[in-house]
């Protein structure tokens, strides 16, 4: 599947620039994170990336066929989206809709939520649950079909230091066994802990993209060192 | 004042005796009334999920329609549908008129436009939250109608219960193409117009109130099977 290409990538909402043309390159393996001001387009490369927004201009290219490609990819957004289902449906969802039996599937599903430690609310409905039971639901529901490839945009954005803990650990996780993360946070420290490299942001382009502890040690760019040293970058 | 009274008492005592002619006019009310729901579910269910998640050309033009369509008035269906149904008729060959099939397809066409119209609604607010995941998790559009369709199922029940108050209480339409022919089309709503234009207004009152109670306990029973509005569901 890996490299995963982007060439000329560009979107427009409306007739508005919103990002590019960006050229990237993400080999497979390690976390990838996504930095920048609020409006420098993270979520919008996320979404161009991973094919749910239309490009203006551009390709996102991978070494396996495209479909081959989409199948192997999950999405996690920001604000997690819950079927009005039960945490297990939530859970089984990706699996059932790809065919696999519901027998298994549910079986699948179940080991997630202990996983999570939902165990003991399998059966209620997912959106009456905490904003961080929601997300470690959303989370688990991208990472059940072993995705190779997998997108997420400020996962932690809204979540409290227990939660954002448990996440971190899915994705730690998720990584070691063979998932190439890429994720946008606004959480520098989150950064620290969890990037193998570092994307920067600004105005719809990529400012710098470089190992994170180069990023971090020697921030290549005017607006990166002011982004880390907590300035505000405009 | 007192042909309120007697028709009450008339109500309850046609119900409690189980009056023959009474039975039969009020199963024939569900019967058709029934039928119809079935018949315009099947049409209106999935083509509101289809509106709700496919862009095509003309798509604004049928919504409107629909819309419009919700204000149809019954006497003018009742007319279309005698001349396609009458011996002269592009249909007349069927036989139909004068049938309870002539009754149910007057209903279809009156409740179809209704059942669409409130369905597209909800199912477009449950597309508008779902979307973005169901595009991310690569869903073909069957998958994601039937995934509208499943977890929007009780604001469906809601629109198939408006068509069935619609259809329950119609008299125009059905009085038209069904003749209110003693036992073989009358229903509760024609039979009421007939005891009405008798003088009769004790046993058109005792009809009446039949009619109504056959709604609300077809209402009850839809809500209570549907276990909406208890703790922790939709």
């Known amino acids: 599947m890996f490299p995963m290409n982007a060439c000329n990538l560009s979107v427009k909402v409306r007739q508005k620039h919103i990002i590019g043309p960006i050229n990237l390159t993400i080999s497979e393996g390690g976390i990838t994170v996504l930095m920048g001001p609020n409006g420098a387009g993270k979520t919008t490369l996320l979404k161009a990336l991973h094919g749910i927004i239309r490009l203006a201009n551009g390709q996102v290219t991978f070494a396996t066929p495209a479909k081959t490609a989409q199948e192997q990819q999950s999405f996690v957004f920001q604000s997690p989206i819950m079927l009005r289902r039960s945490v297990l449906e939530n859970l089984a969802y990706p699996l059932v809709i790809n065919r696999q039996d519901k027998q298994s599937a549910m079986e699948r599903a179940q080991t997630w939520a202990t996983k999570i430690g939902l165990s003991a609310h399998m059966d209620r409905p997912a959106p009456f649950l905490s904003g961080g039971e929601k997300q470690k639901i959303a989370l688990a529901r991208a990472l059940i079909t072993s995705p190779k490839l997998l997108f997420l945009d400020e996962p932690t954005a809204s979540l409290d230091g227990a939660a954002t803990v448990e996440i971190e650990a899915l994705l730690s996780e998720a990584q070691s066994t063979g998932t190439t993360i890429i994720m946008s946070t606004h959480n520098i420290g989150q950064a620290r802990r969890m990037a193998s490299r570092v994307l920067f942001m600004k105005d719809g382009q990529i400012d710098a993209h470089s190992a994170a502890n180069a990023f971090f040690d020697t921030p290549p760019t005017d607006a990166a060192q002011k982004f880390i040293a907590g300035d505000i970058v405009l | ?234």
Not at chain 2, 186 to 207: C, M, N, Q, Y
Request: proline residues 2%.
């Open chain 2, 1 to 234: 004042m007192n042909d309120l009274w007697n028709g009450i008492q008339q109500a309850i005592w046609l119900t409690l005796t189980l009056d023959a002619d009474l039975v039969e006019i009020s199963l024939r009310s569900l019967r058709v009334t029934l039928s119809a729901l079935f018949v315009s579910c099947l049409i209106a269910l999935p083509l509101a999920a289809i509106l709700a998640v496919r862009r095509f050309k003309y798509r604004r033009l049928i919504i409107s329609t629909l819309n419009a369509l919700m204000g149809l008035p019954p006497v003018v269906v009742g007319l279309i549908v005698y001349i396609l149904l009458s011996r002269s008729g592009p249909f007349g060959v069927l036989g139909l008129l004068f049938t309870t099939h002539a009754m149910v397809i007057a209903q279809v066409i009156i409740i179809t436009p209704l059942i669409t119209s409130i369905a597209h609604q909800s199912l477009r607010e449950l597309w508008s939250e779902y979307h973005d995941l169901l595009i991310s998790m690569n869903t073909s559009k069957w998958q994601r109608i039937k995934t509208l369709l499943w977890d929007g199922r009780r604001a469906l029940m809601t629109a198939s219960l408006a068509g069935f108050g619609r259809a329950i209480g119609e008299v125009g339409a059905i009085m038209i193409v069904g003749g209110n022919i003693d036992h073989a089309t009358r229903v509760l709503t024609t039979a009421i117009s007939l005891e009405t234009s008798k003088g009769d207004f004790a046993l058109a009152l005792a009809l009446g109130f039949v009619l109504i109670t056959l709604a609300l306990a077809v209402n009850f029973t839809t809500h209570w099977l549907g276990r909406t509005e208890r703790e922790g569901r939709w």
